[in-house]
């Protein structure tokens, strides 16, 4: 199983803040951050009815889309030689 699949393999189809965080080695406070950003191409895909959750394939699609071209911290987009 290759990344991100193998990272996202314990969870269910959707998870929790709690769960991202420890995906994505955030704070639970910085994963809705990223949840409630502003920018749409930042903002992590995620559904609250009560409490956030965050649909394990489209998860998945943002890891891949963003792990190349910026950090989950830093916005910005990332050049060759960083």
Do not use: C, F
């Amino acid at each position: 199983m290759n990344w991100p699949d193998s990272d996202l393999a314990p969870y269910g189809t959707m998870l929790t803040v709690k769960d991202v965080a420890a995906v994505l080695r955030l704070s639970p406070d910085r994963v809705r951050g990223l949840l409630m950003h502003p920018r749409s191409d930042v903002r992590l895909p995620g559904v609250k009815i009560g409490s956030w959750r965050v649909p394990r394939s489209e998860l998945r699609d943002y890891l891949i889309a963003h792990h190349t071209t910026r950090t989950l911290t830093d916005p910005t987009p990332k050049g060759d030689d960083d």
